[in-house]
């Protein structure tokens, strides 16, 4: 048994699939952990204005990562010896986009109200903190490391736990759930920075850095994150303006956990990227077989996802939220039809980003977006968080199909072997672990 832990952990993907799985976990329970502690201490209404306030925070710190993480996870194993510069003007553009818009914002809302001010004050803090570990995170697994970019998400995990456990109750209100989310962020990335500096030891004169060079480069993959998060999270916030908190609690108690635990498409999807980036152009052969690796794990998990999820959603939100959440298991078991559909297609995407062609990644989940605004405006005043349900299934499906449309030259791609072809597709990227 410890030498298969041996084997495993000395293949690239496998380990960064380890590692990124834990990292996953670990953020996603923590987030669910803290919706339902906060819904358990606030209530319903007052509940649902922190899952709103999370969206919102979601959504500035997607804009000011500007997809960066991704363009990096991609750039690095292509340029090494850039990582650097690549990764510390990447942070530089961070910081220049969200601390200039956060200050303007907290004085506009402090002279109407304080307690809103400080709110978006601390908000500012969580965005740029969140915005960074990615960052960090895709430069460690450019490098075939993963393993510390675990370390700094768990340090988030605990910290954001612990807090919300003394929060609750100590002095359960909404600002000072908002101060864990942002000590336990701020928490992370030290830790985080501290391991780039030391683990990486990067080369680079930061008199030279260039946020703006990065951010041109990374327009597609910045307008990808905004796309995915419209899509993902644009329910919860129109739900909020259109039916009010107390129906974003009942939504979002079981969507924002939802969307938090399919995010762990990205153990498998970049654990194959940055193998997906290297082999592509210098060896198509191994190019097609770990694509074709990559798409059925993400279909077998999301399958299995899917069935656990629609059978298990009444317990769930039975041990989750008792009689707070009502009703919400219906609404779960609509959410779980997404789940394989959201895995495939992130498969697809992975696929159009690894072969250099993120625009029409962009233009797909973009497109996804649109789609799941207009489908939402039109129903929710009609049929309220029904329709937000249902319309995330529907987008699915129509974010499949534009994939579909793009890689429709290539899809035979996709007529696999045997089982055993696909597993040695996987291992041949093995071997020991060089920092560059």
Known sequence: MISRVQGIMNHHIARNSVFLGLAAACRGLAEVFIIIVAIRALGPSVGGQLIFGLAVIRLAQLASEAGLGI???REIPRA??????LTLEALKAVVLIALPAGLLLTIVTASVDPLTGVLVAIGTLAV??????????????????????????AITAVTLVGGGILVAFVSPSLLSFFVVVAVARGAGTAVGLLDFMRVLAPRVNLASLSARR???????????????FLYLRMDLLLLGVISGSVATGVYGGVADPMVSLTSMVFIITRSFLPSLSRAYGEDNKRFSSLVRSMVIIN????????????????????????????????????????????????????????????WQRTTAIMSGAAFNIVVIVI????????????ATVATEFAILAVLVWFLRAELPLLSWGTRANVV?????????????
């Open 71 to 73: 363009y990096l996870t």
């Open 80 to 85: 090494p010896e850039s990582a650097g510069t």
């Open 128 to 153: 740029i903190f969140g915005a960074a570990q990615p960052i960090l995170g895709a430069a460690f697994l450019a490098h075939d490391q993963a393993q510390w970019q675990f370390k700094n998400t």
């Open 214 to 228: 990065s951010l041109r480069r990374s327009v597609p993959y910045a307008l990808n994150g905004i796309g995915s």
């Open 299 to 358: 279909v077998c998990v999301g399958l299995a996802l899917t069935i656990v999820v629609f059978i298990g959603s009444g317990w769930f939100v039975s041990l989750a939220f008792g009689g707070e959440l009502e009703g919400a298991a219906p609404l779960l078991r609509v959410l779980s039809l997404a789940i394989v559909f959201r895995f495939f297609n992130s498969g697809l995407a992975t696929w159009l980003t690894a072969s250099g062609r993120q």
């Open 379 to 390: 129903t929710i005043p009609i049929w309220g968080y029904w329709a937000a349900a249902w």
């Open 424 to 436: 040695r597709a996987t291992v041949a990227e093995g071997g020991d672990v060089r920092a560059d």
